[in-house]
């Protein structure tokens, strides 16, 4: 296949392009690499535009390439930046979506044939507070910040592509992806500093009481589906949720048991402070996965294995 994975330089969209690339698929990444690394792209891609989804350059490329996939990791991931600076955030994650779309369009316009759209939103954000969980797809959505507005618009962008010009899109909502790679700022950011926190000697800083809870799923796990999705048949519906699949483990962890769980990979503690709570952050969270575990689809990688990986990358890679 002809692979465009956007956010290839990214924390999750590396790994997703290492898959493709693993998997003999001619692979390209555009990523203007402003939270992403050069190292996180793969050896063996066909090209990598250095640029931003909003550019005219990956609009056009889209146009030309013609990708059997289009792979839309690319994204503002920061909750609390959407907070301070909504403008940023939809500049990005609603009117890059779009000009990719947009070029994806115009490709198949011209060719006659026919792109998949894998997008990523997340499950994390576009819930309403008290929602049952685990979360089933169908459920209420009312996301609590500009970010989560962003990700469930995206969604009905999606929508209308597929009403309306017959693209294939599904898409996947990440609970919170932590894995080798990540970074301190994206949803499951509080695992990357923790661990650089047990490694430097510092206290853990917990925002609010420490018992929200929070879905991990490990990265590789994600990887999984997005490879399914991209190939499993076009579900069929008439409605949004039809076209989404929640992307998590359904077991639901406290900032308490993550910071205990750190702490015994780390064989260290190093003692916590309290601040309050941050706005835009829903209290409880985890995900129903039923619909991608019907595809075949199940986590293989537990909370614990996965914290050892993840804490052995950041040691490694700071030393
Ligand atoms: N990490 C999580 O727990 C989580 C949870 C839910 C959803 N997601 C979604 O998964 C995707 C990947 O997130 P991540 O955690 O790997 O974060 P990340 O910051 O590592 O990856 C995002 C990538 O997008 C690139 N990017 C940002 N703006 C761009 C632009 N205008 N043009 C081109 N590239 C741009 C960045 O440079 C980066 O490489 C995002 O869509 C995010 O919203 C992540």
Redesign the pocket.
């Known amino acids: 296949m002809k692979v465009l994975v956007?956010?290839g330089?990214?924390?999750?969209?590396g790994h997703v392009a290492d898959a493709y690339v693993a998997r003999g698929d001619e692979v390209w990444v555009?990523?203007?690499?402003?939270?992403?690394k050069p190292a996180n792209v793969p050896a063996g891609v066909a090209g990598f535009l250095h640029a931003?989804?909003?550019s005219a350059e990956a609009r056009e490329l889209c146009r030309t390439e013609a990708f059997d996939l289009v792979n839309h990791?690319?994204?503002?991931?920061d909750v609390r930046v959407s907070v301070v600076d909504p403008v940023r955030d939809a500049s990005?994650n609603l009117l890059?979506l779009l000009n990719i779309l947009e070029g994806v369009r115009d490709g198949i316009r011209e060719t006659g044939g026919s792109t998949r759209v894998v997008n990523?939103s997340?499950g994390?954000v576009v819930y309403g507070e008290g929602v049952p969980r685990p979360t089933v797809e169908t459920a209420h959505k009312l996301p609590v910040s500009p970010y989560g507005v962003a990700k469930l618009t995206a969604e009905v962008y999606l929508d209308y592509y597929r009403r309306l010009h017959g693209l294939e899109a599904v898409t996947l909502r990440?609970a919170?992806?932590f894995g080798p790679r990540q970074?301190p700022h994206?949803?499951?950011g509080v695992v990357a500093i923790f661990s650089q926190r047990l490694l430097s000697g510092e206290p853990l800083t917990i925002f609010g009481d420490g018992e929200q809870t929070r879905d991990y799923v490990f990265v590789g796990d994600v990887v999984r589906a997005n490879l399914m999705v991209g190939e499993a048949p076009l579900p069929t519906g008439a409605v949004l949720d039809d076209f989404a699949f929640n992307v998590g483990t359904g077991a639901e962890t406290s900032v308490h048991r993550l910071a205990d769980t750190l702490e015994q990979v780390a064989g260290t503690g190093t003692g916590r402070i309290y601040r309050d709570a941050r706005l835009g952050e829903l209290r409880y969270s985890s995900l129903d996965t039923e619909r991608l575990r019907s595809l075949g689809w199940a986590p293989r990688v537990s909370l614990e294995e996965g914290l050892r990986a993840t804490f052995g990358w950041i040691r490694d890679s700071a030393s």
């Open positions: 956007t956010g330089a990214g924390f999750i969209g555009v990523d203007d690499l402003s939270t992403g931003s989804v909003l990791h690319a994204a503002q991931v990005t890059g990523v997340s994390g990440y919170n992806v970074d994206g949803e499951a």
